[in-house]
């Protein structure tokens, strides 16, 4: 597993994005704040926002002709993929055999993008989470036809947004998607449960919301700086015949939360098996 430490500014040939949204959006800066060139880099986005198209004065190119860049080292794909058959064809004038071309559209298979992109050398299918905006999310990566250099550099522009993980059966990103792609909204949604049942035991609502926000984002803080796993940082919490243990009695229960989550992570995984066909 790798992280956003790595240094961009050595990075081979061109890097094309396209699709500046709020993903791609957060690889670009995060490529920028490693070091990586402007110059170095061409993104096709039809409605930029305004700190993508300031960077024009800085060397990159934006919208430009794609027959005039030549063959990109790589092309990093980040558009709705309901979009995804009208936009790709046009990318071939900038893909050749030794593009890798990196994907995190959801649902659009390693076997589409390689009919739809015969041209390329090698294909990353890559699901990264909500958190890659902020520079603390996690991507999973699966192969086709990369050989070593390829996949270093794919692993490289991702970890641009956190860290990366490489499996190599592409049916295991339906499950990444079900536990760490939707993941945040079951963190969301635990915020607004501890808040409801905080208001529900007597507190005022805005100090019910605030508790709960700062315990949810201080444990997860806690939890990614610790060398400690889950299960041993909740040990530690418990008090024998206190609050803690209490409540987990509850949680922990028969019906508490981890069958709970096991069926959504079930349903979750389902869903998006039937969404990618």
Request: net charge positive; aromatic share 2%; no cysteine.
């Given at each position: 597993?790798?992280?956003?430490?790595?240094?961009?500014?050595?990075?081979?040939?061109?890097?094309?994005?396209?699709?500046?949204?709020?993903?791609?959006?957060?690889?670009?800066?995060?490529?920028?704040?490693?070091?990586?060139?402007?110059?170095?880099?061409?993104?096709?986005?039809?409605?930029?926002?305004?700190?993508?198209?300031?960077?024009?004065?800085?060397?990159?190119?934006?919208?430009?002709?794609?027959?005039?860049?030549?063959?990109?080292?790589?092309?990093?794909?980040?558009?709705?993929?309901?979009?995804?058959?009208?936009?790709?064809?046009?990318?071939?004038?900038?893909?050749?055999?030794?593009?890798?071309?990196?994907?995190?559209?959801?649902?659009?298979?390693?076997?589409?993008?390689?009919?739809?992109?015969?041209?390329?050398?090698?294909?990353?299918?890559?699901?990264?989470?909500?958190?890659?905006?902020?520079?603390?999310?996690?991507?999973?990566?699966?192969?086709?036809?990369?050989?070593?250099?390829?996949?270093?550099?794919?692993d490289r522009l991702l970890a641009a947004t956190g860290a990366v993980a490489w499996v190599e059966d592409e049916a295991l990103l339906d499950a990444v998607t079900a536990v760490s792609g939707?993941?945040?909204?079951?963190?969301?949604?635990?915020?607004?449960?501890?808040?409801?049942?905080?208001?529900?035991?007597?507190?005022?609502?805005?100090?019910?919301?605030?508790?709960?926000?700062?315990?949810?984002?201080?444990?997860?803080?806690?939890?990614?700086?610790?060398?400690?796993?889950?299960?041993a940082l909740r040990e530690n919490v418990i008090s024998p015949g206190g609050t803690t243990a209490a409540a987990l009695d509850v949680l922990m229960g028969e019906n508490g939360l981890v069958?709970?989550?096991?069926?959504?992570?079930?349903?979750?995984?389902?869903?998006?098996?039937?969404?990618?066909?």
């Amino acid at each position: 597993m790798s992280g956003s430490t790595a240094d961009l500014r050595d990075l081979p040939g061109l890097l094309v994005l396209v699709g500046a949204g709020k993903m791609g959006g957060a690889l670009l800066e995060g490529w920028l704040r490693l070091g990586l060139d402007p110059a170095r880099i061409a993104v096709i986005e039809p409605h930029p926002a305004p700190q993508v198209s300031a960077l024009t004065a800085r060397g990159l190119r934006l919208n430009p002709d794609r027959r005039a860049l030549g063959e990109a080292a790589a092309v990093v794909i980040a558009v709705k993929p309901q979009i995804a058959a009208e936009v790709l064809p046009a990318l071939a004038p900038m893909i050749g055999a030794s593009t890798v071309v990196v994907s995190i559209m959801a649902g659009r298979t390693l076997r589409f993008l390689s009919a739809t992109l015969k041209n390329a050398g090698a294909f990353v299918r890559a699901m990264p989470n909500l958190p890659a905006s902020i520079g603390r999310g996690i991507t999973v990566a699966v192969p086709l036809g990369a050989g070593k250099a390829q996949r270093q550099l794919a692993d490289r522009l991702l970890a641009a947004t956190g860290a990366v993980a490489w499996v190599e059966d592409e049916a295991l990103l339906d499950a990444v998607t079900a536990v760490s792609g939707s993941g945040p909204a079951y963190v969301f949604l635990l915020a607004e449960a501890l808040a409801e049942a905080g208001t529900a035991a007597g507190l005022p609502r805005p100090l019910a919301e605030k508790l709960a926000r700062e315990t949810v984002a201080g444990a997860g803080e806690l939890l990614h700086r610790s060398d400690l796993g889950a299960a041993a940082l909740r040990e530690n919490v418990i008090s024998p015949g206190g609050t803690t243990a209490a409540a987990l009695d509850v949680l922990m229960g028969e019906n508490g939360l981890v069958p709970l989550l096991k069926k959504a992570i079930a349903a979750a995984t389902e869903r998006s098996r039937k969404l990618a066909g």
